[in-house]
């Protein structure tokens, strides 16, 4: 049972929105950033969101975008390409446990 | 360019003992938190530990604490995992990541490609 909670999959159509869900408490989301994931087939995670401004790597396309509300955080894919299938995550540090926490993962498969 | 290079994976019994290392390059080794992330098989990410840049504050999860220890050799730009007592649960890639500054608590970027521990009999 992870810590923070995602839903644990996803899937959507070329060219569409989708939306990948992470809830949390005040120890880890609510007073930390939120920092997301990118794991391809068969590879390492990559950063693909990080920081209070939830800003995007170099080489990460603008359509990738995340925010934050409370405890709870989102990451946004618009158009939605092939190259996007993925497993998502995202992690944050948490304050009670003293240490990072991730989600438990959300596969995206685009259809 | 930032280079992390994980090594020392292995097949090993329950109850023994692996030392994995993580070699850095293209960066201030020093200056950045680094930490290792675990990835048992078909499953997600967990955290396992992580060490501040100077060295002087270690962290763990709960699923490793009093097991295994984090250090590293700044003279060397290498981080190490220390891991006894180790379980068929412990079964996993092991990936090392560098921290965004001298302390742990933010992103990690970018990862190494892993290496693969297998506890069993």
């Known amino acids: 049972q992870s810590v923070l909670t995602q839903p644990p999959s996803a899937s959507g159509t070329p060219g569409q929105r989708v939306t990948i869900s992470c809830s949390g408490s005040s120890s880890n989301i609510g007073g930390n950033t939120v920092n997301w994931y990118q794991q391809l087939p068969g590879t390492a995670p990559k950063l693909l969101i990080y920081g209070s401004y939830h800003e995007r790597p170099s080489g990460v396309p603008d359509r990738f975008s995340g925010s934050k509300s409370g405890s709870s955080a989102s990451l946004a894919i618009s158009g939605l390409q092939s190259e996007d299938e993925a497993d998502y995550f995202c992690?944050?540090?948490?304050?009670?446990?003293?240490?990072?926490?991730f989600g438990g993962g959300t596969k995206l498969t685009v259809l | 360019e930032v280079q992390l290079v994980e090594s020392g994976g292995n097949l090993v019994q329950p109850g023994g003992s692996l030392r994995l290392s993580c070699a850095a390059s293209g960066f201030t080794f020093s200056t950045y938190a680094m930490t290792w992330v675990r990835q048992a098989p078909g499953k997600g990410l967990e955290w396992v530990s992580a060490i501040r840049g100077s060295g002087d504050y270690t962290y763990y999860a709960d699923s490793v604490r009093g097991r295994f220890t984090i250090s590293r050799d700044n003279s060397k730009n290498t981080l190490f995992l220390q891991m006894s007592s180790l379980r068929a649960e412990d079964t996993a890639v092991y990936y090392c990541?560098?921290?965004?500054?001298?302390?742990?608590?933010?992103?990690?970027?970018?990862w190494g490609q892993g290496t693969l521990v297998t506890v069993s009999s």
């Open positions: 992690a944050a540090w948490d304050d009670s446990l003293n240490g990072v926490v």
């Open positions: 990541a560098k921290g965004y500054n001298i302390s742990p608590q933010g992103w990690f970027d970018p």
